[in-house]
């Protein structure tokens, strides 16, 4: 877990947050039901989960990018999350033999639903529309700019049109660390 911390911290404050915090705390709680989660420069892990998939090391990539993204109530859950898993696709030490994938897209699936589904959609919109989007939108969270209207600004299209694109055409190349 250190050895991620400090080659994807780094990487992850140089391109999205210099001032992000300096010092970061790792909890291993035993009481924490779930995977991990993040606050105030904590983060906390289950011992379970780790115990259970020792390869997931990268949960670290996506936890503390939430640190670096600092961004203040009223951002948009499924963009902070799906940015979070964007970063582990980009930076992660480790997904291959965690056997950690962005899924294929599926009709059904919208930008809302998070994670994994975010995170393919927000690298087919930086491959296929506009490469520093992801960038803007993480740095629009942070300063309190963010709204449903900078999509068109940026791309020329809405949220909703960018989405109903990569539906139509969500071939993406991916390559995994």
Not at 55 to 62: C, K, M, N, P
Not at 111 to 137: C, D, G, H
Request: charged letters at 25%; aromatic letters at 14%.
């Amino acid at each position: 877990m250190t050895d991620a911390f400090f080659t994807v911290y780094p990487k992850q404050a140089k391109r999205f947050n210099t001032k992000t915090l300096k010092k970061v705390t790792f909890i291993i709680d035993p009481e924490y039901v779930g995977v991990a989660a993040t606050g105030n420069g904590v983060a906390r892990y289950s011992p379970k989960w780790l115990k259970e998939h020792p390869e997931d090391i990268d949960v670290v990539t996506h936890e503390v990018m939430h640190i670096v993204q600092a961004y203040p109530e009223g951002s948009p859950g499924w963009l902070t999350e799906g940015i979070a898993d964007y970063v582990r696709y980009m930076y992660g030490v480790n997904n291959v033999n965690a056997k950690w994938a962005l899924p294929d897209y599926k009709a059904g699936q919208s930008y809302t639903n998070s994670y994994r589904i975010t995170a393919r959609f927000l690298v087919w919109l930086e491959k296929n529309v506009r490469k520093s989007i992801v960038n803007e939108m993480d740095d629009a969270a942070r300063t309190r700019t963010y709204s449903a209207d900078l999509w068109k600004q940026k791309t020329g299209k809405t949220l909703d049109e960018l989405w109903l694109s990569y539906t139509q055409n969500p071939a993406v190349e991916l390559t995994y660390h």
